[in-house]
């Protein structure tokens, strides 16, 4: 580590009450046994080492306690995404059940959106499984709406706050209303199996369209989670896909579902409903940028009201993500953030700046994206706003970050 990395670096350790080894200095002097991430699974430059770093200072052979370690789920753990894998199951399996309304499926659903719907799926009795298997217009349709427009190109949702929802992720959990928790996670489970045994780049068609069609867990992010839990962190996964979907994948890294934040239906009679549960005393929060920090601190942190929206003193040491909705929670992280680059602006800008030298930044495990030519645009249009209005990304001093590019 660099001498004014390392100075920043304990200079924010300090500030957060966090402690830090000096450059060269051992974090298991008396050969305790740290767990010790696998050498054999590559990581970027020495990312691995900062990790095991990570591993010996603040598990139980450093500091000791339960120190907390958040990890996004999808594009993060796994390649791909498990949310859109059940959504695909759903459809090639009739499992949507029609609404009294399509207008009452998300409050956010525009009335071009819900009348294409209702155009295209019919209007049979409420509750009874849509025929997307062979209906092949309503599929289509269901699919444009979930992506975020029409299948004439008209915007499907609006109104919403862009730094605390995305309508669309939490449209794959609305579609699972009239369902039990116990039936979802059946799905799920008969996805998950489905996604696992496809070969790599496989597709599946849904409707008249080819889709993704595989998933797999990366394995330098299973070996760091079970490294972590040994080592006594408190693992927790907080993801933007459906709650009991990301409990039946989790279980495969060794997380209990108890430690998993997903997107929360309420329930009625022991079965899903349209209504999410919100967050901070607000509703149409969902595990998303801002609303992830809220979920955080609230699920995991206690923290209740208004206040869940901030950030809080006592918070993650260590958090992961991959995309722009992951960038609060992993701002929030004391010790170290690890990023995915699946090259999404804001992200990529505040860990390629790297203001405070506790970044690590990563390809993807799998299939990596090619190296991005152009800088990313950190000081013009990096940040959207809670309307969608996009602008410069703005450090933790309200200065612009200058335009990054890829190193």
């Known amino acids: 580590m660099k001498a004014s990395r390392w100075l920043g670096a304990l200079a924010l350790a300090v500030a957060t009450g966090a402690t830090l080894l000096a450059p060269g200095a051992s974090a298991d002097p008396a050969g305790r046994g740290c767990p010790a991430l696998d050498p054999g699974l590559a990581w970027a430059g020495d990312n691995r080492l900062h990790l095991q770093e990570l591993v010996n200072t603040y598990g139980r052979c450093g500091r000791g306690g339960h120190p907390l370690?958040?990890?996004d789920w999808d594009n993060t753990v796994v390649k791909n995404d498990v949310g859109d894998a059940t959504t695909y199951w759903l459809l090639r399996h009739d499992k949507v059940r029609q609404p009294s309304e399509w207008?009452?499926?998300?409050?956010?659903?525009?009335?071009?959106?819900?009348?294409?719907?209702?155009a295209a799926c019919g209007a049979?009795?409420?509750?009874?499984?849509?025929?997307?298997s062979v209906d092949a217009a309503c599929a289509d349709e269901i699919l444009a709406v979930y992506g975020g427009k029409t299948t004439a190109g008209a915007v499907a949702f609006d109104g919403y706050d862009h730094r605390r929802?995305?309508?669309?992720?939490a449209w794959a959990a609305q579609l699972l209303a009239g369902y039990t928790e116990r039936e979802v996670r059946g799905f799920a489970e008969d996805a998950r199996a489905e996604n696992l045994a496809a070969p790599v780049d496989a597709t599946q068609a849904v409707g008249t369209h080819k889709v993704t069609g595989w998933v797999r867990y990366y394995d330098q992010q299973r070996d760091l989670i079970t490294v972590m839990r040994r080592a006594g962190f408190d693992v927790w996964i907080v993801s933007a896909s459906p709650q009991p979907v990301v409990e039946v994948w989790a279980r495969g890294v060794g997380v209990d579902p108890r430690h998993v934040v997903g997107i929360r239906n309420e329930t009625r009679h022991g079965r899903l409903t349209y209504a999410l549960e919100g967050c901070g005393g607000a509703k149409n929060v969902i595990t998303y940028i801002d609303g992830k920090r809220c979920f955080i601190n609230?699920?995991?942190?206690?923290?209740?009201?208004?206040?869940?929206?901030?950030?809080?003193?006592?918070r993650q040491v260590f958090a992961a993500g991959d995309s722009d909705t992951d960038v609060t929670f992993v701002r929030d992280a004391t010790a170290l953030r690890l990023v995915v680059n699946r090259n999404k602006a804001e992200l990529m800008c505040r860990a390629f700046a790297n203001a405070d030298g506790r970044w690590l930044v990563n390809p993807m495990f799998?299939?990596?994206?090619?190296?991005?030519s152009a800088p990313y645009p950190?000081?013009?249009?990096?940040?959207?706003?809670?309307?969608?209005v996009p602008g410069p990304v703005l450090d933790d001093n309200g200065a612009v970050v200058p335009d990054q590019s890829e190193r």
């Open 69 to 71: 370690a958040v990890f």
């Open 103 to 118: 207008s009452r499926t998300s409050p956010f659903i525009t009335a071009v959106a819900a009348s294409a719907l209702r």
């Open 124 to 132: 049979g009795p409420v509750g009874a499984p849509l025929r997307t």
């Open 165 to 169: 929802t995305e309508p669309a992720y």
């Open 298 to 314: 609230q699920e995991i942190l206690g923290v209740r009201g208004p206040r869940a929206f901030e950030r809080q003193r006592n």
């Open 366 to 372: 799998i299939q990596p994206k090619p190296v991005r």
């Open 378 to 388: 950190c000081s013009t249009t990096g940040y959207v706003d809670s309307l969608g």
